[in-house]
């Protein structure tokens, strides 16, 4: 799973296991590289290990076998406040008894810079997170928009070269975590610092990552940027957790060249790429984007038959649910355009995709 090489590699998971009870493994022989300047996210559900991860190499948890290095050199004895490592936190964690500016410049105090330097770097990262006339306020006094803005700005003070954020924007409600988010890829883009960054909302990580590493049952199934995760998840967990997806099973009956033919479960026989599913006779996953299913066109290279069952209406398009092949939890995304015809419960309509846009993977 490692990627990067040579003098670009700044973060280094050799080996990594962790167990914290001496028998189950949370994290699995972790082997990743990150490159300098690299926003990377650690995707995954409760469990899946990303969380672990970023605590062992914050210095919070200790690896149980392996090695972690940051610029080439081993870390895994250097206590955490030696590390240099910035950590913004879901909950902020910041002193309530301090104002703005004291909680800001305590990191430089500790590292004992003078007085005027530490005026000039405050001035800067409040400036920087657009709280420049808040330096005088309490915590209390601040909504948690505000706080996890004061909370990033303290881990850029002290200019580490590395951050790490660990759901920073859970506590926060939708419009203003999208707007943190585009915040903080800016604030990446102009800094060029490496970036770590642990969350479970998959459309988070698409949004703000160069890398994604997904975890599941503490093992990163795939490793790569935002549109190749979407458009060519390399399992079905991948293809699942990532994005909307509609998946139908089946038994691969034929294999010519990169395509496999599957008969599904219920009848009808399709054309998808060969991607993760083994053999002739073995049972496999379809996995095809709600987006990219051709309506009420029967030329199609696939083609089944759909029956409407539920028409949502979400301005942009129309989420129509459809019993496909059987199973009725089929979704088709129709752009809400005067090219596609309007749909009615209960008709009956042809349906298809390319195969390129279907992919045959693991059975789950």
């Not at 250097?78 to 500016?101: C, D, E, S, W």
């Not at 700005?153 to 200019?159: D, I």
């Not at 038994?251 to 026989?269: E, F, H, I, S, W």
Request: proline letters at 4%.
């Amino acid at each position: 799973m490692a990627a990067g090489s040579g003098d670009d590699v700044f973060v280094e998971f050799e080996g990594v296991q962790k167990s914290y009870d001496g028998v189950i493994l949370v994290v699995k022989d972790l082997n990743l590289a990150i490159r300098r300047g690299e926003f990377v996210t650690m995707l995954g559900p409760s469990g899946s290990g990303k969380t672990t991860c970023l605590l062992m190499l914050a210095g919070f948890e200790t690896a149980t076998h392996g090695n972690i290095k940051l610029g080439g050199v081993s870390i895994n004895n250097i206590p955490p406040h030696k590390r240099n490592i910035g950590m913004v936190f879901q909950n902020y964690a910041l002193f309530p008894h301090m104002t703005v500016g004291e909680n800001l410049a305590f990191p430089l105090e500790v590292r004992k810079l003078g007085k005027a330097e530490i005026e000039q770097k405050v001035t800067r990262v409040l400036d920087m997170v657009q709280m420049g006339g808040f330096k005088s306020r309490r915590p209390s006094q601040l909504s948690g928009g505000q706080q996890q803005r004061i909370a990033l700005a303290r881990a850029l003070v002290f200019e580490a070269e590395l951050i790490l954020m660990d759901e920073p924007l859970g506590a926060l409600d939708k419009q203003l975590r999208e707007q943190m988010q585009y915040e903080i890829k800016h604030i990446h883009e102009s800094l060029g610092i490496t970036v770590v960054y642990v969350t479970h909302d998959q459309s988070e990580a698409l949004t703000m990552s160069d890398r994604i590493a997904v975890f599941d049952d503490g093992v990163i199934q795939q490793l790569a940027d935002p549109a190749t995760l979407y458009e060519r998840p390399e399992n079905a967990f991948v293809a699942r957790f990532i994005g909307e997806n509609n998946t139908l099973g089946g038994k691969v009956t034929g294999m010519n060249g990169v395509n496999a033919t599957v008969q599904l479960d219920g009848g009808p026989t399709v054309q998808a790429l060969a991607v993760n599913c083994g053999a002739v006779g073995n049972r496999t996953m379809l996995s095809v984007r709600p987006e990219r299913i051709l309506i009420g066109d029967a030329s199609a290279p696939n083609v089944l038959e759909a029956r409407v069952v539920e028409l949502i209406y979400l301005g942009d398009h129309i989420r129509c649910r459809m019993e496909v092949a059987g199973d009725d939890s089929f979704i088709v995304k129709v752009p809400n355009s005067h090219a596609h015809a309007a749909l009615n419960i209960g008709e009956v309509t042809p349906i298809g995709w390319v195969t390129e846009d279907c992919r045959a993977l693991d059975a789950v």
